[in-house]
């Protein structure tokens, strides 16, 4: 089956500590995973993908294919970062995504 | 290029009505994805389509539901008679061709409520 989950429904952190937002996934082939995020009313926006393995807005993300999970990590949270965070595994033309983890970051 | 444009961006009907949802793809973009977001849910594919093609409709709803990406104009997702149940965030994305549907820039959204 194809799946991605997402554990967290919310993430509550205060600005400068550590953030990890848990995503695992499921499927059988060779899995393309993505981070998307969505700020308050606007549009959900690609925030990285394993493939590119390139750093955004100082988060990071690792494909564990042993764990089957691509946790987003972020070693300093910043206030701007509050915002929906999506999990989305690719297969072959159409995303699968988790159900979303919301983030806090409070001053 | 003003990216993905979704209308309207809020909606209201009354059960038994229709609901006709409209995306612009962004520009050069062929490849046209529905997805539907219910209340606590993540984002749920329907649609994938091509111009004038549906090449992918597993995630759509046997009944009342439809789409369409004609040649010429926007892509169109119908929802005929529509139930409570109905009342959920639609969003549309696009890519261009060499991409497939994993490098897609998304839409605002619609927000459709059935009363």
């Known amino acids: 089956a194809q799946r991605v989950t997402q554990p967290e429904k919310l993430l509550s952190v205060f600005k400068g500590a550590p953030v990890e937002l848990k995503c695992n996934y499921s499927y059988s082939g060779s899995p393309e995973l993505f981070w998307y995020v969505q700020y308050s009313r606007q549009r959900l926006q690609l925030l990285l993908r394993?493939?590119s393995r390139e750093s955004i807005k100082g988060f990071t993300a690792d494909l564990n294919k042993g764990e089957t999970s691509f946790h987003l990590k972020k070693p300093f949270a910043q206030e701007e970062d509050s915002a929906m965070y999506y999990c989305a595994l690719g297969v072959p033309d159409k995303l699968i995504f988790g159900t979303g983890t919301r983030l806090q970051v409070f001053p | 290029n003003a990216g993905v444009m979704q209308n309207p961006r809020h909606l209201v009907r009354r059960r038994g009505q229709e609901a006709r949802l409209r995306c612009s793809p962004m520009k050069g973009h062929s490849h046209v994805y529905w997805y539907r977001q219910l209340p606590e849910e993540g984002l749920k594919f329907m649609v994938y389509l091509q111009k004038e093609n549906i090449i992918d409709e597993s995630g759509m709803p046997k009944e009342r539901f439809s789409a369409e990406f004609p040649k010429e104009g926007p892509s169109i997702l119908r929802i005929q008679q529509v139930v409570r149940g109905d009342s959920a965030a639609y969003f549309c994305a696009s890519s261009p061709p060499a991409q497939g549907g994993t490098e897609a820039f998304f839409g605002q959204g619609t927000r459709l409520t059935v009363v």
């Open positions: 394993h493939i």
